[in-house]
């Protein structure tokens, strides 16, 4: 079992930039792949960023290509979101998950773990 904690989340200026974290406790980290999702109002949850166990290989959706950072701690078993020049339709709940097997993966039923996720709300 992994249990694993978002935050970083709240209200930015479109432009502007946010960092979200997740710490991750329960099970060796560097174990597995983590993964960004988001899911805005009314909409399915869909992938944002992945990382593979390592750090050495990353993907992201094309909505956020050059935009937002995937990266991972090992040593302090945290993955972060780095989001420069924000959009409003950046506005959503992120979630972080895990993959066992170390993998990056774009496929959300991949995931086996979810945190509870933060609000980031980008301001027009």
């Known amino acids: 079992q992994v249990q694993l904690a978002e935050s970083g989340g709240g209200l930015v200026q479109a432009g502007g930039s946010l960092r979200l974290s997740c710490a991750a406790s329960?099970?060796?980290?560097?174990?597995?792949?983590m993964g960004w999702f988001r899911q805005a109002p009314g909409k399915e949850r869909e992938f944002v960023a992945t990382?593979?166990?390592?750090?050495?290989?990353?993907s992201y959706a094309d909505s956020v290509k050059g935009r937002f950072t995937i990266s991972r701690d090992n040593a302090k078993n945290t993955v972060y979101l780095q989001m420069n020049s924000v959009k409003p339709e950046d506005t959503a709940v992120y979630y972080c998950?895990?993959?066992?097997?170390?993998?990056?993966?774009?496929?959300?039923?991949?995931?086996?773990?979810w945190g509870q996720g933060t609000q980031v709300t980008v301001s027009s």
């Open positions: 990382i593979n166990w390592s750090g050495g290989i990353t």
């Open positions: 998950a895990a993959v066992l097997g170390g993998t990056a993966t774009t496929k959300k039923n991949m995931y086996l773990y």
């Open positions: 329960g099970r060796t980290f560097s174990n597995y792949a």
